[in-house]
């Protein structure tokens, strides 16, 4: 949904820019204090992330694949519409921030921890004519709160989401939805499907007073939907 830096603390940085990252061999340490990220020359990297309130450690090979268009297309038929910020965790070399911002989600914001990634993503807005428009940061993501966003966009590898997932449910507001692409998230209930095979991606709404990602009682069950087209809203 990267090479990593020199940056102390680097918690697992993601390109979910665009398709799942790969997946990687998990090696848990517990008791590791902090963590850091160890530099790769491809764009990928060794990802070591802290599960918060935790005292493991994960290490997990991510490589980075950008989007298709049909996933990017995927990912917005879930969100289009929806008011409050967008985030792309692992936004990569930009694509869906891009294409949030021109369907009419704003503000559009990347998070990346690949630092060639950012500049690319800052070049294409550039270029886009998007500047002052969406924004792009070289952050850690488990510093990052969401604490303000109200739609989010995951392409990660399903080692790693278990530990997303205490981190969204912890975080987002209330209405908030969270779009993962690839994998779903391991316990949560989708209120939407779309997509068949890679180009999968599965909706999840957070509401207080039930389990995060289940639908509102009385929905009914997830919709699984075949194109973008197919969904309403």
Known sequence: MHTSSSRESVGF???????????????????????????????GQELHACSPGSGQRETVWVPYVGASARQV??????????????????????????AAHRCGLCPAVGYELNPWLVGLARL????AGCVGSVRFHREDLWK???????????????SVLPLLEDKLQAELPAGARVVSGRFPLPTWQPVAVVGEGLDRVWAYDIHRGGPAGQAVPGSGSASVLGTPNSQTG
């Open 144 to 158: 990052v709160s969401l604490r303000d966003c109200h739609n989010v966009s995951v392409f990660l590898a399903p």
């Open 13 to 43: 940085a993601t390109s979910s820019g665009g398709a799942e990252r790969g997946v990687g061999v998990v090696n848990r340490t517990k008791g590791a204090p902090r963590c850091s990220g160890r530099s790769q020359e491809s764009l």
């Open 124 to 127: 294409r807005a550039w270029r």
């Open 73 to 98: 297309e995927h990912v917005l038929s879930l969100l289009r519409g929806r008011p409050g910020k967008t985030v792309d965790l692992g936004s990569g070399d930009g694509r869906i921030v891009l």
